[in-house]
């Protein structure tokens, strides 16, 4: 459905967040999960008695010191300087369900409420209306490396040119919010592009398998059952680990079928086999072929059918490189492998592709023509953002929440979200944007969700004491955020799920209202 962003963010549309307005109270939306699926809002974090659009901002503006220590930063829910909010009469709960792009899928809820920006009063996640706000996301042909495709849905020669760049860490969803842009702003994708995706889901399925066999080859090889009728090592290609007798990667022959592992007996459940013909299977990126589908049975064995496995992602995942879309795609693996494949759109949202470079992708919003530049999110690619820093309208910052016990590819002893604090401060101080606001979005709120009871947040940041509560959580992590706004920048934060489309369709919407609310307060026509 098209954009049609209303003049107020909470304009009389008949929405939970309209509604709470009306009775006088402060919206917020709090982002709780579903066993099948969380629904995200897109909305934004607003001050206590201002507008939506005003954002939040840093305090000191010209103090160099670690803003940790600044007494003006609100204390978020789940700190240990804080107490708990439940029963707070200022707080709201807004419910907005949304439906999956998959057909089939069930609409949840989802709720999290996110603390105040420093030096913005008590603040909470709020909502807008439903032509208020969410963040979009487009993607481009794979095939092409550049894409700059100006879009004309007959807006006039006034509208507003408007330069936005997409940052954030590796993995943090910013190419899934450019693949959004293109099913929202250009007609999506047709069977040819659907078709050039096919060889990168297979290159996903093969690297999300090796990953987690590799992890089990190194942190608990026990669940492996040697080849006793000889001895042979499980080779990979370069990008998996070997299984050799070496001293580090020796794997006995086990008779009876379990070993004692450090506290339990750990039953040995992965053929050798299997995992050889998985390892060495090497699906060439440029081809046109099926993918082999005896290899797929054996991905569907060891994946689906042993829960040995699933026990120990969940025990390890913090452990190992793990692809956010391993489970989405290794649980249908007998569907990607059938002949005749093409991928879905949400098969196209969920492929991980690396961005090398700087992609610009442009299109239309009414009253904005808009460039949006979306640039490597690893380090190596990080130095390539200088250029694109003169004239920037606005700051689209992507950070995973799911990423709290995560190490980056590049270096396995680096906190991924500690990473992604680092970089948003070397972003939000930089001279380079001294005037510019930032949207900020704490993507994944979905997988975020479903990890934290399993992954506690405190075994990582020592100082959260909001246990298992999704809120508490989510309000945590913004707050670290807002720390390191030395720069005094106007931050508006959004709580997303990059992969559903409709949360994303209207983030986008609320992101359209900043833009020109900020261009008319720039010009003098608004205070």
Avoid at 169 to 197: A, C, P, R
Avoid at 264 to 292: G, T, W
Avoid at 321 to 335: H, K
Wanted: hydrophobic share 30%; charged share 20%; aromatic share 8%.
């Amino acid at each position: 459905m098209g954009l049609c962003a209303s003049k107020s963010p909470l304009s009389d549309v008949g929405t939970p967040t309209d509604n709470a307005k009306r009775q006088g109270q402060q919206n917020a939306v709090n982002v709780s999960s579903s066993d099948t699926q969380t629904a995200v809002t897109g909305s934004p974090i607003a001050a206590e008695g201002k507008k939506i659009s005003e954002g939040t901002t840093g305090s000191n503006q010209t103090s160099d010191t670690d803003v940790q220590s600044n007494q003006n930063h609100q204390v978020p829910q789940g700190h240990p300087n804080t107490g708990s909010s439940a029963g707070n009469p200022e707080t709201e709960n807004i419910n907005t369900n949304h439906s999956n792009n998959n057909n089939n899928s069930a609409t949840a809820t989802a709720t999290a409420s996110v603390g105040a920006g420093a030096g913005a009063g008590a603040s909470t996640v709020t909502g807008k209306g439903s032509n208020g706000g969410a963040l979009t996301k487009s993607s481009t042909n794979p095939s092409l490396n550049n894409v700059n495709t100006n879009t004309s849905n007959g807006s006039g020669t006034n509208d507003k040119d408007v330069k936005i760049l997409l940052l954030g860490s590796g993995e943090s969803g910013k190419s899934t919010i450019v693949k959004q842009m293109k099913i929202l702003h250009q007609n999506g994708y047709n069977d040819d592009e659907k078709f050039e995706y096919r060889s990168f889901v297979y290159k996903n399925v093969m690297e999300c398998i090796r990953n987690v066999l590799n992890a089990i080859i190194d942190i608990q090889p026990e669940l492996i059952v040697k080849d006793l009728s000889e001895k042979k090592t499980l080779s990979a290609t370069s990008e998996a680990t070997s299984i050799s007798d070496s001293e580090d990667h020796q794997i006995e022959a086990l008779d009876p079928i379990a070993v004692r592992g450090e506290h339990k007996i750990i039953k040995a459940v992965l053929a050798e086999s299997d995992l050889k013909d998985i390892l060495n299977y090497d699906y060439p990126i440029d081809s046109d072929e099926d993918f082999d589908y005896s290899v797929a049975e054996k991905i569907n064995k060891v994946y689906n059918q042993t829960p040995e496995v699933a026990e120990f992602i969940q025990v390890h995942q913090g452990s190992f490189y793990l692809i956010d879309s391993t489970d989405y795609f290794l649980s249908q693996i007998l569907t990607l492998a059938s002949p005749n494949y093409l991928p879905t759109v949400q098969d196209i949202l969920r492929t991980r592709k690396k961005t090398s470079g700087i992609f610009d992708f442009s299109f239309n919003m009414p009253g904005l023509n808009i460039h949006m530049f979306d640039v490597g999110g690893q380090r190596s690619e990080r130095k390539k953002w200088i250029h694109c820093f003169d004239n920037v309208t606005l700051i689209m910052f992507c950070v995973a929440l799911s990423e709290y016990d995560q190490v980056l590819l590049e270096e396995n002893t680096q906190n991924r979200l500690e990473e992604s604090l680092t970089l948003f401060d070397s972003v939000v101080n930089s001279r380079w944007f001294a005037r510019t606001s930032v949207v900020l979005f704490l993507n994944k709120i979905d997988i975020f969700a479903k990890k934290l009871p399993h992954s506690p947040l405190e075994n990582y940041f020592p100082d959260y004491i909001g246990g298992n509560d999704v809120n508490k959580a989510a309000q945590y992590i913004y707050w670290r955020f807002t720390q390191v706004n030395r720069s005094g920048l106007k931050i508006y934060p959004h709580i997303t799920q990059a992969t559903d489309t409709s949360n994303i369709e209207l983030v986008m919407a609320a992101v359209r209202e900043t833009i020109l609310e900020n261009s008319l307060r720039d010009t003098g026509l608004l205070n």
